[in-house]
């Protein structure tokens, strides 16, 4: 594998953990907003996919992000009598986030995402002397 395939695998490591970090701020700044009138649904949990597919180019496969898929899990219910979208017995639904759930996945792929940018940098650190060598 040369320098320019892993430095294109890394890249697309990059790309994909910023997207799922994008999907996961979504999901938290979202985490109180029930509906506007009753029986409206809350916003519902996104949950990023990524799909392995083989470059040629490369010679090996990368990572690529696929659909947004939905959490099915049942909402949360509180009961707020007062609230525009309480039902009947007074309960409004909140939308099926668990705000600690979501803050161990961000760091997860903060952990991922700096992990590809370290291949990016020792890759770059080492073409960097393999042209020093080069010219010596």
């Given amino acids: 594998m040369d320098f320019n395939s892993s430095l294109r695998i890394a890249a697309t490591g990059l790309h994909a953990q910023t997207a799922r970090m994008r999907v996961i701020a979504e999901n938290l700044a979202n985490v109180d907003s029930a509906g506007k009138a009753p029986g409206d649904e809350p916003y519902r949990r996104r949950i990023p996919t990524f799909e392995a597919t083989f470059d040629p180019d490369v010679g090996g496969k990368v990572v690529e992000v696929g659909n947004l898929a939905y959490d099915m899990s049942d909402f949360t219910s509180r009961y707020e009598p007062g609230h ?29 995402y700096e992990a590809n940018l370290n291949v990016v940098t020792v890759t770059r650190q080492m073409l960097g002397r393999t042209l020093d060598i080069l010219r010596g």
């Fill in 84 to 112: 525009p979208a309480a039902d009947v017995r007074g309960y409004v639904q909140y939308p099926n986030i668990n705000p600690l759930i979501e803050t161990m996945d961000m760091r997860e792929a903060q952990r991922t």
